[in-house]
């Protein structure tokens, strides 16, 4: 049977990894989250890569707080911690020992200004969030040759189980729109959407068949704006919500988003559209 090591196993792309290969009989998971595992920390990983012995590690583990790291120098240094130096050590611990790595990165290590992004283009972050993400990239490459970087966008799925989790972006508008009959929903920020369970198959199958090591654009298909998404989802939905699109500084926040930053896959098969995605999320979670 072969092991596979999950960091991160209670955020919303962690559960979707672990009950994906739990699924499988030809995987042995070990899925730790941050009361059992630090990713900051050499120590904390060595001693569990010890106990799993693992052929794989999958890092879903991340410092998320987009704004709070732009305005709190202290924030920022987690963000580095999390998302940069603890994976650089990850993927070191990985090659001293030849298990192969897979590690998730973001849209936002680029400007916006291309408006679509392959995976050779230059990254060049705008904020400390994307930074620390772009840090985490520097440091697995310089560390290992058996690593998969997967750049993903705008995640949505199960609420991560930890009491820090955030709601996907798709929760958030279901709840203002029961407890508002108008939203403003910026029209902006144009990407790809995410499904985590769709992500978490397509990792699987990355490591499966063995894909050559390197980077990788995972989304689901059709990039849009927030703005565009909401009314996609209240379409599917079927909820009475007028909707009012507006420019992203109607909502100033202390972090830059990429004004485009659609993440174009030239190397794998492409995922599904997200709104088939977004059915299947809301057919399985909500009783509309
Ligand atoms: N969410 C998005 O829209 C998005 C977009 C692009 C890329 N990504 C990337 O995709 C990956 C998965 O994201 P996600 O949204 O599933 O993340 P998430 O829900 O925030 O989960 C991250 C998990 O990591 C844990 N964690 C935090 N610090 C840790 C530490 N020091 N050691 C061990 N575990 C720690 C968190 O625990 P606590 O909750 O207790 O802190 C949480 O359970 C990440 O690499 C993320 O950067 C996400």
Redesign the pocket.
Known sequence: MKRILI??????????LVKVFEADQNWEVFA??????????EK?LREKIERADPSVVV??????AVDKCESDEIEYE?AK???GY?PGILAKICADTGISLA??????IFDGEKGEYKENDKPIPISN?GRS?FL?EEEIQKNTDKFWL????????K????????K??FDTMIQAAKDNSVLKVVDEEKSCF?Y?PD?ALETKKIIEEQIPFGIYHVVNEGACTWYEAALELFKLAKMEVEIVPVPSSEFPRPAKRPKSSVLLNTKLKPLRHYTEALKEYLDNNYNF
């Open positions: 960091i991160g196993s209670h955020g919303m792309l962690g559960q979707d730790y989250d941050r009361n059992e595992i630090d990713i900051a920390s904390s890092n879903a583990a991340a410092y998320n987690l911690k999390i998302n603890g590690h998730y990165v973001s849209d936002y969030y993400k985490g997967i750049r993903t966008s705008k995640l949505f799925g609420i991560g189980k930890s009491p820090m989790a955030k996907s972006f995410t985590t992500l």
